[in-house]
């Protein structure tokens, strides 16, 4: 079959073709509000929307933590940078070009605390029926001024996040999270459509064409504010064209009896490798 040629487009484009921002998420307040009716709301959209989980101090101390590890010293935690760090020539354009800081909680130990903060993995516990492991550790940074869209996609189409029973994300509001920042959107109830094909396109992602936009669902939350959300939930975040920050923590924790897909099933659920199927 004929490949479909992408045509670029600008963060603008991408924003009104690609996302909704009519239809808001309900959200509960607070873990001590969290409860059974919200347990069977998950499993039937695949998300469910928390705020006020972190309070200030611990936003806050958070922040601080991340700004170490970005200009005092990382301490072995990893940096992704959009731009060769030669051309960075102050603390402001450094951190207008970090996407994400990865694989700091064995560094530091106030980040470290809120991958094990008592309420995430108290309702992290309560989804999967069994105790919580943390697999991947990272935050989002989304510059203000174009900071990068992350495509739709599905969490468990990323080979660290390739298990045989479900993941769950937890995406945590540093800063204020709205819709003119970059804000988490979801299809509700998508990850009942199981493992989906992605292509490398902007990103490794859905196809652009298959995605449901009309079921868009945004996430705005305030700092401290959470999303516990499925691996195979569709989501995506739009670009950044606000002049506000967007960061973000994000943890991903599987039930301790999760085993990795072996690579013929990662190949034969998320990518076209086997069924020849384009985008
Ligand atoms: O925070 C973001 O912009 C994107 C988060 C996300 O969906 C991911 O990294 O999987």
Redesign the pocket.
């Given at each position: 079959m004929a490949k479909i040629e992408q045509v670029s487009q600008s963060p603008e484009e991408i924003s009104a073709k690609l996302y909704r921002f009519e239809r808001i998420a309900d959200k509960v307040d607070g873990f001590t509000n969290w409860n059974q009716e919200h347990l069977a709301s998950y499993r039937i959209d695949g998300f469910v929307a928390v705020e006020h989980v972190l309070n200030e101090e611990e936003v806050e101390l958070s922040i601080e933590a991340l700004n170490d590890l970005i200009f005092k010293d990382d301490k072995g935690a990893q940096i992704q940078f959009t731009k060769p760090v030669s051309e960075l020539k102050n603390d402001e354009e450094k951190e207008l070009a970090i996407r994400?800081v990865h694989n700091f909680v064995q560094v530091d130990e106030q980040l470290r605390s809120i991958a094990e903060h008592p309420s995430i993995l108290s309702m992290v516990q309560d989804i999967l029926g069994e105790t919580p492991k943390l697999v991947q550790n990272?935050a989002?940074l989304?510059p203000p001024h174009g900071g990068g869209e992350?495509p739709w996609?599905q969490?468990m189409a990323?080979g660290n996040l390739a298990f045989e029973k479900p993941v769950v994300?937890v995406?945590i509001a540093l800063d204020e999270a709205a819709l003119d920042n970059?804000c988490?959107h979801v299809i509700p109830g998508s990850q009942a459509d199981g493992a989906t094909p992605h292509y490398a396109i902007r990103d490794w992602q859905l196809c652009d064409a298959h995605v449901q936009v009309e079921r868009d669902v945004a996430v705005p939350l305030l700092p401290g504010g959470i999303i516990l959300f499925h691996g195979l939930l569709k989501?995506?975040?739009p670009y950044n064209l606000s002049t506000k920050k967007?960061r973000?923590l994000?943890f991903h924790y599987v039930g301790e009896s999760a085993i990795k897909l072996t690579p013929k099933e990662y190949k034969r659920f998320f990518t076209n490798e086997m069924s020849g199927a384009e985008c």
């Open positions: 994400k990272m989002l989304k992350k996609h969490d990323y994300g995406w970059g988490m989501h995506g975040t967007r973000a994000q």
